[in-house]
């Protein structure tokens, strides 16, 4: 299942790679492409492994807000 996710709170480039890598590391995210400038993240992953409120948490551990869009 692919979902794009609107995050506030990233504040350069390096935020984005931060979301990528700790959302890659979850078990059942297979791909996770995140746009600073767009403020989003488009997340590929099993929802059967995984669920959207575990992925919106990671984000939130990271400090950043996110919504789905």
């Known amino acids: 299942m692919k979902q794009v ?10 935020c984005a790679l931060n979301v990528d890598d700790a959302l890659e590391e979850l078990d059942g995210v297979r ?6 400038a767009r403020s989003r993240a488009k997340v590929d992953y ?7 409120e575990r992925i919106a948490a990671a984000i939130e551990a990271l ?6 869009e």
């Open 46 to 52: 099993d929802p059967d492994r995984i669920t959207l």
């Open 63 to 68: 400090g950043y807000q996110p919504s789905p």
């Open 31 to 36: 791909r996770s492409k995140t746009s600073y």
């Open 5 to 14: 996710i609107h995050i506030d709170g990233m504040h350069c480039g390096s």
